[in-house]
């Protein structure tokens, strides 16, 4: 079975940053696209970020939405099996929980066929 598991949401002030993490196992995880997703309350689920898996290119293709661009950044290790998601300058706005989700193909799509329980990001002075 695949499963997800993130960590590392915290709360924390405007300005400061986190990194969350990804650990997914029950599936071949380098050759999938991976993609971040978070949903803030009483909101829709929103696409955060995706990358595309490394046997796409050298350089696996990263995307973001536009509100994160410049601030986020997402990664992965292979080795590890571990996906990330680096969130720099962190506003209220980023205030949600952060899902790490499985794509269908190894490029982003932004469809997913499996997604983790969630870590939360509390964005509060």
């Known amino acids: 079975d695949v499963q997800l598991v993130e960590s590392g949401g915290g709360v924390v002030q405007p300005g400061e940053s986190l990194r969350l993490a990804c650990v997914a196992s029950g599936f071949t995880f380098s050759i999938y696209a991976m993609n971040w997703v978070r949903q803030a309350p009483g909101k829709a689920l929103e696409w955060v970020a995706g990358?595309?898996?490394?046997?796409?290119?050298?350089?696996?293709?990263?995307f973001y939405t536009d509100s994160v661009e410049g601030r986020f950044t997402i990664s992965r290790d292979d080795a590890i099996n571990t996906l990330y998601l680096q969130l720099n300058s962190l506003n209220t706005e980023d205030t949600a929980i952060y899902y790490c989700?499985?794509?269908?193909?190894?490029?982003?799509?932004?469809?997913?066929?499996?997604r983790g329980q969630g870590t939360q990001v509390t964005v509060s002075s």
């Open positions: 990358i595309d898996s490394d046997g796409v290119r050298r350089f696996p293709r990263r």
């Open positions: 989700a499985k794509d269908r193909a190894m490029r982003v799509t932004r469809t997913f066929s499996d």
